[in-house]
């Protein structure tokens, strides 16, 4: 790559970026300064955690959905069922009704179901259908209105199919069951619940449900977070997925009430050093190291937000590209920042019935350890042969009128 374009490279990319990340790796990737950060933030956490719960026909979807809101008594959870979406069939088609494959993906009126989540999502009611699987209508009885809720949970045989749909998803789940079990239990229900007789309900599955599962259920099994196999019997499996749904709506709740909120994703490591500092047999020294450590953490991510600017520093041997950040803020308008930082990692130390001021006088002294270091790095580049222009960074700061406080968390 000639030097032109490497200096193209460093004027496209110049101005003022802000680094960090969100809850479950959602990057806030290089905001310009101006644009509205917080907005698309408050945004993204008022929305719902949403669910989906695929798998074969028969294999326990429903099972398995009724299982969690029964756990999550406390919160708000709707139930959204693919079959719902099915579309009306023609005249033509309701004569040739076993001709008519249910199985395929265009069964389904998903951008129906799309719109459906979408005024969901943005807190709005709908009103949903209910299929009627004798009649083959979803206008037989009346729709169910839904109203926003915390919890979605959208269930059906093709529900990661079609992308759109599995991007709303915040876990998604395949419920793994054998082929003879779904075969068993689809007899039986179909049979006395359908009034269908044994013949019609083999022949459509030879011709439909088979192939349809092979072809477009099972291969969207890799999409899956969790695969629960053996459906409502596994009540370990479901009792983890329950537990984990807790602790993500904790801190979807709390980002939904702080929009700057930023969690710190939660590492074997990080887990390793909280079971160390809440066990009463570990010494006063291990303590002390492991809370600097994650209080280390808090304050480096916090860190992360300041501005910073890209520039070219020439050297008397080569020429680099290099992060200026802005010294400056931590006393001026990232004050607020800093004052987080503290009390988040008051907080934190506090919690473990620690001296406050041991707390703060730790945080105080990884600061100021920070400082240190970037102004050596200012020092550094002030002395050396170097083309940077401070000014220039102090400008494009000075643009900045307003900066939110951040605070982290490290989830336990
Ligand atoms: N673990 C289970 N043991 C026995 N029967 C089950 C089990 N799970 C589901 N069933 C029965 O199998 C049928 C299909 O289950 P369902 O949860 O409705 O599956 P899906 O929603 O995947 O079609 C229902 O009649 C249900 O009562
Ligand atoms: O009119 C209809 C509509 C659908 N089906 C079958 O239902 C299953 C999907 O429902 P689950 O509740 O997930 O089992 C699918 O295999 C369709 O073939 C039907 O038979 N008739």
Redesign the pocket.
Known sequence: MGAKSVEDMIEASSGVHFSGFHMNGLELRSTQVGQPTTLAAEEMHKQPFVIGVAGG??SG??TVCDMIIQQLHDQRVVLVNQ?SF?HDLTEEELTRVHEYN??HPDAFDTEQLLCAMEKLRHGQAVDIPKYD?KS?KNNVFPARRVNPSDVIILE??LIFHDPRVRELMNMKLFVDTDADVRLARRIRR?TVEKGRDIGTVLD?YSK??KPAFDDFILPTKKYADIIIPRGGDNHVAIDLIVQHICTKLGQHDMCKIYPNLYVIQSTFQIRGMHTLIRDSQTTKHDFVFYADRLIRLVVEHGLGHLPFTEKQVTTPTDSYNMDDVHVGTLVTEHILLVMGLFTLVWIFVSGYVVSPLLGVARVWRMLCEHVVKASRLGRFLFTGKVTMVSSLSMKSYLKISRIDMCCYWIPF
Do not use: C, E
């Open positions: 026909a028969a979807k429903t079959d099915y249910f199985d699987f083959y059906g045989i179909d459509q439909f449900v």
